[in-house]
């Protein structure tokens, strides 16, 4: 099955830095690819979704990058700040059997320093 | 965006306990799931169901169960808890041929 590899696990930079994270996945046949973000004792919530045809969004203050060819996917956070501090955890989508699953990378732990 | 509620948000259970988490959701999507959250794990798939009265195994579903008695309701039930499942747990929804998940704000269990 589909395996999610996420780095790095944690990741410390001072305000204004760039903060870059990036997952690995094995499955060709993925299609649907999310970064999601976790504060402290919070749920998860959406960042962003990208779909296989599209290579590069924009959020707010970040960039996703999806290179389908080395099955890459990056999430670059242009000029951290304290609110940024948090986990942030891909996720990709594949048919399993008869569901679209999502498999999430284990997650990376932000510190934003001001 | 889809409201996902989950009850108790903590727990404390004993060994060989049964505990029972409960989600529901309001934004009437076909499909639920069930996760936890461990360290280093991000998170893994218990038990996921397509609607009401349709349950199935995800990846870890040794020890768990799941029920699905309505389109809103999806619970979680550990028969024999076990300190090993001391653990974060998700609940999420989403809509069939959305791939998109809304997830709950989690219940923290603790297994003595």
């Known amino acids: 099955g589909e395996q999610v590899e996420q780095r790095p696990p944690h990741l410390s930079v001072r305000e204004g830095d760039s903060a870059v994270i990036t997952c690995t996945y094995t499955?060709?046949?993925?299609?649907?690819f999310f970064w999601y973000k976790q504060e402290p004792g919070a749920s998860l919530q959406l960042l962003m979704k990208?779909?296989?045809?599209?290579e590069i969004n924009e959020g707010q203050g970040f960039t996703v990058l999806l290179n389908k060819k080395d099955k890459r996917l990056s999430l670059n956070l242009t000029a951290a700040h304290p609110g940024d501090s948090a986990a942030y955890f891909c996720?990709?989508?594949?048919?399993?059997?008869?569901?679209?699953?999502?498999?999430f990378g284990a997650g990376t732990r932000l510190a934003v320093c001001p | 965006e889809a409201a996902v509620t989950q009850s108790p948000r903590n727990k404390v259970a004993v060994t060989g306990g049964k505990v029972t988490l409960s989600c529901n959701q309001t934004?009437?999507?076909?499909?639920m799931y069930w996760y936890r959250q461990d360290t280093g794990h991000g998170l893994r798939l218990i038990h996921y169901?397509?609607?009401?009265?349709?349950?199935e195994k995800g990846d870890i579903p040794d020890g768990y169960k799941a029920s699905r008695p309505s389109q809103e309701n999806f619970s979680l039930i550990l028969e024999l808890a076990t300190p090993s499942q001391t653990s974060v747990y998700f609940c999420?929804?989403?809509?069939?041929?959305?791939?998109?998940?809304?997830f709950g704000p989690g219940t923290r269990l603790l297994v003595l």
């Open positions: 999420a929804s989403g809509d069939w041929g959305e791939d998109t998940q809304y």
């Open positions: 996720a990709v989508s594949a048919w399993s059997g008869s569901f679209n699953k999502l498999t």
């Open positions: 934004n009437n999507h076909n499909n």
């Open positions: 169901s397509y609607g009401a009265g349709s349950t």
């Open positions: 499955d060709p046949n993925s299609y649907y």
């Open positions: 990208v779909f296989s045809s599209t």
